[in-house]
């Protein structure tokens, strides 16, 4: 393969948290890894280098960000001329890179696109479920200009491809997936080799169900909880913890049913070393997702692929990009959401701790993910 040279414009990354930060962090480091030439330009001051060149804002106007208005207005103009700065420098690669826009949603996006279409300098887009939601409703002759003016466009999902030629028919897409970076988790595991969670010195947990996200309504956590209550009713051994914080944390708890509330866990926020420790305890991960509308959805899953590979069975709900990360056939169970989903999740519980093929078929559903959402695989962009 021929080594290239990237700039990627990704103004929503690490150490942002969300799935547009991670998913521009792991293309930078897949195509990084791959021997490819990689420059980020990002706004976000905070951000650091994992190997691949990164140009940001300088440091020295963050720090009076917080004192008043008049400092944000200035850190904000800060930005915006050294984003001016890179988009003139994009003339003198022009002919020689390939760029990047790794989400539609920033202004600075915006103001990117307009300059490259300006000076026809070739560009290539990612897209998200949620630039094509919010732009078609907000920004509609917008999204036609970046869409119809790029030379690729790079889809995080099935599902967005397929929202996507629900809008333009006849547009091609390439699939390119948010990747896990396996050394680090590897990393984050042998480094929790003495973390016992959840383990008192009386009695350890052999069976546990995990549920790890922001406690929102769309990931389904107050239909977990009454499912597998139902479920630990009859199965005495097993138990649950519930990872992460959010608005439903009070709600969630109340939700707890007091029979079963000594085997039922809410643990709050966690470190990642805890987080890896507690998905390499656990046997079932289940975040039953649910669509409210079209922007409140989940765009892809990246904690089912995190949980398979810790080797956990995955529970989700069937809708957005979640059918890309849960295969039915290796790694776990999707759950109509409209059609009595707590009575699917405990069925799929049932049929989980009464499976004969456990270990084979997890173990191959691990190598899985290590195909096709790592650094490893092979994705052509």
């Not at 995080?156 to 809008?167: A, C, D, I, V, Y």
């Amino acid at each position: 393969m021929k080594s290239q040279t990237y700039y990627l414009y990704a103004f929503e990354f690490i150490p942002y948290h969300g799935g547009i930060a991670h998913y521009s962090h792991s293309l930078a480091k897949y195509l990084h890894e791959q021997g490819h030439s990689v420059n980020v330009v990002t706004s976000n001051h905070l951000s650091q280098s994992d190997g691949y060149a990164l140009n940001k804002p300088n440091r020295w106007n963050s720090d009076v960000l917080l004192i008043n208005k008049f400092f944000s207005l200035t850190f904000r103009i800060h930005q915006l001329i050294f984003l001016t700065k890179q988009l003139l420098k994009s003339r003198l690669y022009r002919s020689s890179s390939r760029i990047i826009v790794t989400s539609l949603f920033v202004n600075f996006s915006v103001l990117s696109i307009r300059w490259f279409q300006l000076l026809k300098i070739p560009y290539e887009i990612v897209l998200h479920g949620l630039d094509i939601y919010e732009l078609s409703e907000k920004r509609p002759k917008f999204l036609d200009h970046c869409i119809l003016g790029a030379s690729e466009i790079i889809v995080n999902s099935q599902h967005t491809g397929k929202l996507l030629q629900s809008r333009y028919p006849d547009q091609s897409f390439i699939l390119m997936p948010p990747l896990l970076d396996i050394s680090k988790i590897n990393g984050y595991i042998e480094s929790s080799a003495q973390i016992k969670p959840f383990q008192s010195s009386k009695k350890s947990l052999k069976h546990l169900i995990v549920s790890i996200c922001r406690l929102v309504p769309r990931k389904g956590i107050q239909i977990a909880i009454p499912a597998v209550a139902r479920f630990l009713r009859s199965n005495e051994d097993w138990h649950y913890v519930i990872v992460g914080d959010g608005p439903m944390y009070d709600k969630l708890k109340q939700m707890i049913p007091i029979e079963v509330s000594s085997r039922i866990r809410m643990a709050g926020a966690v470190t990642e070393e805890v987080k890896y420790a507690i998905l390499n305890a656990s046997k079932v991960f289940i975040m039953p997702n649910l669509q409210f509308d079209e922007k409140d959805v989940e765009g892809f899953g990246i904690s089912f692929i995190e949980a398979t590979y810790c080797g956990n069975w995955v529970i989700g709900g069937n809708n957005g990009g979640v059918p890309d990360a849960i295969d039915e056939c290796t790694n776990g169970y999707l759950i109509n959401m409209d059609d009595h989903p707590e009575d699917q999740i405990v069925s799929a519980l049932e049929h989980i701790i009464n499976r004969q093929d456990s270990k084979a078929t997890i173990d191959y559903a691990r190598q899985r993910v290590v195909d096709q959402y790592s650094f490893a695989s092979h994705w052509e962009i």
